[in-house]
């Protein structure tokens, strides 16, 4: 029951198959810790308006087109992890988050910071956000076909807990070095950690089972146990028919009777 696939990393075939899951669902909720940072976006505008001359509509256009772009990656992402899965697909988009960010350094060196943000952070970063958060999602559910809004449920809250780290970072980084250099770093920072986290993820094999409940009887089981009582109770009583033997036994193991007609 539930190996691990060969193609998966070392570091993750050395889990038991029934812990490994558990891997899965850690990195895809990481990786969303990651991306939820766009939400982070109004620790921006203020330096924006005061150092750039923004206004406060003008200031949320990167934001808003991120969202906007976001949107439309989650569209093609779909249909890219079902076609080569979810590793390439989470490793290109860390790659875009990465290097919108990074592009976003050049702001002032331009002369049009907003023109700048809008194509770098509104399109390339928006774009690798909705290419890195699909994957994690269906790769969660697959490893938890039993749990699968758990699995959902934990993935996604890693999005919307983002903000609490993200934003507490992102702010120190303003105020240290500054608005440009702030995304190349947050930049070089996702480069480090989402594209790898994101070439972990695996879909489980074709014949993969999730982990049976520890102390639940299979049916199977059950039918076996049941039958072995009838058997019993007719070699007990020799002039008893099938009949009244399942009857008998269905009434004195309630527990069993449910279970008479499901197979081994």
Known sequence: MGRIPLSAPASVRTVQPGKARWVYLLLSFVMNIMLGSAYSWSVFTLPLKEVYGATTF??????????ATF????????????????RKVAM?????VSVGYMLS????????PIPTLILTYGVVMGLGIGFSYNPPIPTATRWFPDRKGLATGFVVMGYGLSPLFTAP???ALIEWYGVPTTFLVMGVLFLAVLVPLGSLLRFPPPDWKAPEPKGKSKPGAKAQEFEAEVLKFQKDNPNTTRADAIKSVGKARPDLWA??????
């Open 58 to 67: 003008t200031a949320m256009l990167p934001f808003a087109v991120a969202l």
């Open 71 to 86: 949107s439309l990656g989650m569209v093609f992402a779909g249909r890219f992890v079902d076609r080569h899965g979810p």
């Open 92 to 96: 290109l988009g860390g790659a875009l």
């Open 105 to 112: 350094f050049f702001m002032d060196k331009t002369g049009l």
């Open 169 to 171: 970072l992102a702010s």
């Open 259 to 264: 279970t008479r007609n499901q197979k081994a």
